[in-house]
T-cell receptor
């Protein structure tokens, strides 16, 4: 059973550019959540995808967008990068039969460290 | 608005002793709580969880206690081992479904030999 994998591990971009981060879910999981972790802070929820549909969004602007594919892998896209977007981006997968009710454990990848210069 | 708070940024404990990590929350709609451990350059690893219908859950050396009236939970590690040195995050869910996790800021635990 493979765990959650994220790519790339590190990325350097300049302000105004666009970036795509990728995540492969743990085998058997159908739900992917993305979190942003700033230095010295806990992870903050960006959004979640369940069966290819967005299923909840945190307090992030529309330039943060995502996709989930039929194999349950996922992408996080950020447009018009700002300096404050520099952070560790974490992907977590889980199995959600009914996301509104399930309290399933989320399993995290190692993250992508994004630096915006 | 920090809905989940870990007020101790760091904690140092001697090997073999008990480590107690604390977490407070403000929203009574949270009904499920989790603890994650994070080593450098790795993602958070799930440790233990507790539902709001319980006040205690135990798994080996790890025990989580929940005090709903005080909106407080704690993680006890007994006995503490050097490999327990890591950053510990508490997280809560239950708002708006969707398994959204709300994390505290983390506590860095150092176990001294």
């Amino acid at each position: 059973e493979t765990g959650v994998t994220q790519s790339p591990t590190h990325l350097i971009k300049t302000r105004g550019q666009q970036v795509t981060l990728r995540c492969s879910s743990q085998s058997g999981h159908n739900t992917v959540s993305w979190y942003q972790q700033a230095l010295g802070q806990g992870p903050q929820f960006i959004f979640q995808y369940y069966r290819e549909e967005e299923n909840g969004r945190g307090n992030f602007p529309p330039r943060f967008s995502g996709l989930q594919f039929p194999n349950y892998s996922s992408e996080l896209n950020v447009n018009a990068l700002e300096l404050d977007d520099s952070a560790l981006y974490l992907c977590a997968s889980s199995f959600g039969g009914n996301p509104a009710l399930a309290k399933n454990i989320q399993y995290f990848g190692a993250g992508t460290r994004l630096s915006v210069l | 608005d920090q809905q989940v708070k870990q007020n101790s940024p760091s904690l140092s404990v001697q090997e073999g002793r008990i480590s107690i990590l604390n977490c407070d929350y403000t929203n009574s709609m949270f009904d499920y709580f989790l603890w994650y451990k994070k080593y450098p350059a790795e993602g958070p690893t799930f440790l233990i969880s507790i539902s709001s219908i319980k006040d205690k859950n135990e798994d080996g050396r790890f025990t989580v206690f929940l005090n709903k009236s005080a909106k407080h939970l704690s993680l006890h590690i007994v006995p503490s081992q050097p490999g327990d040195s890591a950053v510990y995050f508490c997280a809560a869910s239950g708002l708006q479904g969707a398994q959204k996790l709300v994390f505290g800021q983390g506590t860095r635990l150092t176990i001294n030999p």
